[in-house]
């Protein structure tokens, strides 16, 4: 992998942009840019991040956010052009095309909210790479989840009322990141929708709820620390408790007391 300069990249990346209304040929144009900058040393566990599932690169990150920087502003100019880039990169299947995909998506305006909701959907359903994943809910999405969060949370319950597992994984992974947008204020339909899971708490699911359950206590203490207590009370399965420990260092004392006592009650009723 030869040294980054930055002068020579950025002619790499204003050349590669010539090709933007080209699908096909601005994907070639990109796997030989990623193949100049490609890290072969690079060894599965030594980084403390594990393997891609599909073909990498393993570019520097500094190489993709250039393409993306320079990109932006003819994604903003012509979004259709920018959405068939977009379809393209993905159905590449190489982790930096379909990452770079993901980036677009997140990019292009939302005159057609519903446009973004099928990439979503779609992209999401064949995802199998956690990293991509965590990236199409984070960065993908992050366009709708700000400028229309009522029709990114409709997306989230088709995932999470939908019956199978994966789907359920990927809502859940996309809630932090709604209920962290000072924009959305739809507390009450995140506590309906985890109810039904929280009781269940599939083992599969218990670190995506974990995840679910501190972000909503970081945002609103007092009332996440009722809703638990109100389902700690109910019929439950076990990994609701686990859940709830996981999560008492973020709620202040008065509230983690209450919990401990609820969980202290049901231990000794059990």
């Not at 202040?252 to 969980?263: D, G, S, T, W, Y």
Request: aromatic letters at 8%; hydrophobic letters at 45%; glycine letters at 4%.
């Amino acid at each position: 992998m030869p040294a980054i300069q930055l002068a020579r990249l950025k002619l790499q990346v204003s050349e590669l942009l010539t090709y933007y209304a080209d699908p096909v040929d601005f994907v070639r144009e990109l796997h030989t840019l990623l193949n100049f900058y490609a890290d072969r040393t690079r060894r599965p566990g030594r980084t403390g991040k594990p393997r891609p599932l599909i073909q990498a690169y393993n570019v520097p990150r500094q190489v993709l956010r250039r393409v993306e920087s320079d990109l932006t502003p003819q994604v903003f100019a012509e979004p259709d052009k920018a959405l068939a880039l977009a379809d393209q990169l993905w159905a590449d299947a190489w982790f930096e095309c379909r990452l770079l995909a993901i980036s677009i998506l997140g990019l292009i305006p939302l005159d057609n909210p519903e446009i973004i909701v099928d990439h979503l959907q779609t992209w999401g359903k064949t995802c199998r790479e956690d990293a991509l994943l965590d990236a199409l809910l984070e960065t993908g999405a992050e366009g709708l989840r700000s400028e229309s969060p009522d029709a990114f949370l409709q997306l989230v319950e088709l995932w999470l009322t939908n019956g199978d597992l994966p789907s359920r994984k990927i809502g859940l992974r996309a809630l932090p990141a709604l209920i962290a947008n000072p924009q959305f204020d739809n507390l009450p339909a995140i506590y309906r929708l985890l109810t039904p899971l929280l009781r269940e708490a599939a083992s599969a699911l218990e670190s995506d709820l974990t995840r679910a359950v501190r972000a909503l206590g970081e945002r609103s203490p007092q009332e996440t620390a009722y809703f638990l207590r109100q389902n700690l009370i109910a019929p439950h399965k076990s990994g609701l408790a686990v859940i709830t420990r996981a999560n008492l260092d973020v709620f202040p004392a008065e509230f983690e007391e209450m919990l401990r006592a609820v969980l202290r009650e049901r231990m000794r009723t059990s």
